[in-house]
Nanobody, 121 residues
Framework: QVQLVESGGGLVQPGGSLRLSCAVS????????MGWYRQAPGKERELVAV???????NYEDSLKSRVTISRDNDKNTVSLQMDSMEPEDTAVYYC???????????????WGQGTQVTVSA
């Protein structure tokens, strides 16, 4: 099995910064795309940022000036640095990854359990 565990969520003041991390563990042959999504109350889950195994990144247009995604392929981790945070960033943030468990198997998509981020004074 494959597990994704997020950490780093919490309460941050407007204008502040936060760094989320996600560790992928379990039976892993290769991790392809890794990313972060978020879901605010009453809204659909939306993309924040993704990164491929070769380092290509893609950001939600409205967030790209304030967030940076990075990954460590040796440690099977992906991180999200968020700066100049706004109350509208309040949401549950989810880690996502496409993981192949063997060299012969297709990659499957996995989600973490989510971590709450609240931006408030």
């Amino acid at each position: 099995q494959v597990q994704l565990v997020e950490s780093g969520g919490g309460l941050v003041q407007p204008g502040g910064s936060l760094r989320l991390s996600c560790a992928v563990s379990g039976s892993i042959f290769k991790i392809y795309t890794m990313g972060w999504y978020r879901q605010a109350p009453g809204k659909e889950r939306e993309l924040v940022a993704v990164t491929t195994s070769v380092g290509t990144t893609n950001y939600e247009d409205s967030l790209k000036s304030r967030v940076t995604i990075s990954r460590d392929n040796d440690k099977n981790t992906v991180s999200l640095q968020m700066d100049s945070m706004e109350p509208e960033d309040t949401a549950v943030y989810y880690c996502n990854a496409d993981v192949a468990q063997t060299r012969w198997s297709d990659a499957l998509n996995y989600w973490g359990q989510g971590t709450q981020v609240t931006v408030s004074a």
